[in-house]
């Protein structure tokens, strides 16, 4: 078989589930990241299959020192960031039944983004 189409579908495939995994919500985007992630992970794959190990090795140990660097810069500079994710949610209050599903699933955006435990629907 011809390699180069199956990791064509690879690349089709990977798309769709990068785009799945972000989330775009009263202006505040999730879930980039989370995207980049995945496509890494299938360039980590598609580099196994190929018989690549360095490669998916050293791409792998690459990314995970990104993210933990990113990571760590985040935590240092966290008192300045103020606007997407890193911006303050506001109060972490748990809606009630009441306040209707929208208003639970806007709570549940701003604990994420927070790092804060999500909350139970009361």
């Given at each position: 078989g011809d390699s180069t189409r199956v990791?064509?579908?690879?690349?089709?495939?990977?798309?769709?589930?990068?785009a799945g995994v972000i989330i775009s919500r009263n202006g505040l985007v999730t879930g980039v990241t989370?995207?980049?992630?995945?496509?890494?992970l299938a360039a980590v794959g598609g580099a196994i299959g190929a018989g690549r190990f360095g490669v998916a090795l050293a791409t792998s140990m690459s990314t995970v020192g990104i993210l933990v660097g990113v990571e760590k810069l985040e935590q240092a500079f966290e008192r300045f960031l103020k606007r997407g994710v890193h911006a303050d949610p506001g109060p972490l209050d748990t809606p009630s039944a009441q306040d209707g599903d929208e208003a639970f699933e806007a709570t549940i955006l701003r604990h994420r983004s927070s790092g804060a435990p999500p909350p139970r629907k009361s």
């Open positions: 990791m064509a579908q690879v690349v089709s495939g990977v798309g769709f589930l990068g989370s995207a980049a992630v995945v496509w890494v």
